[in-house]
């Protein structure tokens, strides 16, 4: 038979229990140990990137000697000679066409992104929801299962090598993941905000550019870097798109390509620190943007979990 329950009496009124202290002794070696480890890993993420690029930059200020007989060796002339020589051999056109290419198709991918998003996230409608996993299962598919219909679409466009025609397709790649994004984030407004801008006489028009997009600033802005970085570094879709057509139609490359078309150049006279310095240009704009926008980044990708 098991033993009989003592019930505990109540303190009496006017009295307080006394607590037993709680010692922090051992809850505060498994948070110095787990800060240790992650501050550890994070150091070790840390050098396993940095130390690549810091091996690209300087390679650059190299020359084929001290590259083929170190790798790890520091460079003993420094000079900006080879980024003239690079940019001279075509990286600055490539440059030219990359920069032309996004310029339109970063804004518009977020402009028509934003627009689907904002209709699919404060509107209800028959075959919304069929809808938005359209353009979600859009961000699964993989575009290798595209390029043979994509390339025979563009060339009856009569769009091959030209602006318009990357620029399209890069839109139209570029929008699932925007849609995707961006409709999480329009959900988290408030809709006391939407309303009272519909009771005020706002057209939908009117709310959606002066009053909502404002708002979702800091998620516009973090789509927009990962676009950017995305179609800048894009390298499968120029490469079927923008080849030119015949021997009057002149290159189109973009970065990513030329810097292929650089190396195969080169052939048998090898100039390895004009291809490291081809490389330094392409990579030098793209991390100038991340580090400048870096703390709207991950305001954007908070915000949405905070509201």
């Given at each position: ?64 000697a ?83 219909p ?18 399209l ?37 009117r ?7 404002p ?36 290159e ?5 390509q ?13 100039d ?6 081809g ?29």
């Amino acid at each position: 038979m098991s033993a009989p329950i003592k019930e505990t009496a109540p303190a009496p009124a006017g009295r307080t229990v006394a607590k037993v202290p709680v010692r922090p002794d051992d809850r505060r070696g498994e948070g110095v140990v787990l800060n240790v480890f992650s501050h550890g890993f994070l150091a070790l993420w840390a050098l396993l990137i940095v130390l690549p690029l810091l091996w690209l930059v300087l390679s650059a200020f190299k020359t084929d000697a001290q590259i083929g007989g170190s790798a790890l060796g520091w460079p003993q002339n420094w000079t900006l000679g080879v980024f003239g020589r690079a940019w001279d051999k075509g990286i600055g056109d490539y440059f030219l066409n990359t920069v032309i290419v996004l310029v339109f198709s970063v804004p518009l991918t977020m402009l028509f992104g934003s627009m689907a998003a904002y209709v699919l996230a404060r509107y209800p409608f028959r075959g919304n929801r069929l809808l938005y996993y359209f353009f979600v299962a859009g961000a699964m598919f993989p575009v290798f299962l595209a390029l043979v219909p994509l390339f025979f679409m563009v060339k009856r466009l009569d769009m091959l090598n030209t602006y318009q025609g990357l620029i399209l397709v890069y839109i139209a790649y570029s929008m699932p993941f925007t849609v995707f994004f961006m409709h999480a984030f329009f959900r988290t407004l408030p809709t006391a905000v939407f309303e009272a801008a519909i009771l005020d006489g706002a057209s939908h028009t009117r709310t959606f550019f002066q009053v909502m997009l404002p708002m979702a600033k800091p998620g516009l802005i973090s789509v927009g870097i990962f676009n950017t970085l995305g179609q800048w570094n894009q390298f499968i879709l120029p490469t079927v798109l923008m080849q030119p057509q015949s021997g009057d139609d002149p290159e189109r490359y973009v970065l990513t390509q030329g810097l292929i078309q650089l190396q195969q150049q080169q052939g048998y006279a090898s100039d390895l620190p004009v291809l490291f310095a081809g490389v330094t240009i392409a990579m030098i704009p793209m991390l100038v943007v991340y580090l400048s926008f870096q703390r709207q980044v991950q305001a954007g990708l908070t915000s949405a979990t905070l509201k």
